[in-house]
């Protein structure tokens, strides 16, 4: 199954890290995703290491687990890693395959390079950041 462009852009746009981007950023954001295929059991992001890429799912379902224990279970227009996007922090949780899935995978490396073309989209994920994190400084 491949998707098409459309159906990459659908995904992306829901992801809230990108909720203020313009179709046309989505368009850019959606272009540097690789559509990848994992086998049940393949750990994808490693707990403790340092994030290089951002993941949506778009079939299966994946397992987070935070010191060896399941804190959460993801399936299909789930993401995660983000923050590696953003970041160059270590990873706070494993993610591991727990059925064959398919997903997409954009590279920070990528992604920066698309931020550094495009300021205005630059601005808006950082202002989605700074938002997120203002709101969980004062919960």
Do not use: Y
Request: net charge negative; hydrophobic share 40%; proline share 3%.
């Amino acid at each position: 199954m491949r998707l098409h462009r459309d159906a990459k852009i659908d995904l992306i746009a829901h992801v809230p890290l990108f909720e203020r981007c313009s179709k046309r950023e989505l368009e850019a954001i959606a272009g540097l995703a690789d559509q990848v295929e994992r086998e049940e059991g393949r750990v994808l992001v490693h707990e403790g290491e340092l994030g290089r890429e951002f993941w949506v799912l778009v079939d299966g379902i994946a397992d987070v687990t935070r010191d060896g224990q399941t804190v959460a279970t993801l399936g299909a227009g789930d993401f995660f890693g983000e923050i590696a996007l953003v970041s160059n922090v270590p990873r706070t949780a494993s993610v591991t395959a727990a059925s064959p899935l398919i997903g997409l995978v954009i590279s920070s490396r990528d992604f920066w390079t698309l931020l550094d073309e495009s300021p205005e989209t630059q601005r808006k994920i950082l202002e989605t950041v700074g938002d997120r994190l203002a709101q969980h400084d004062d919960s």
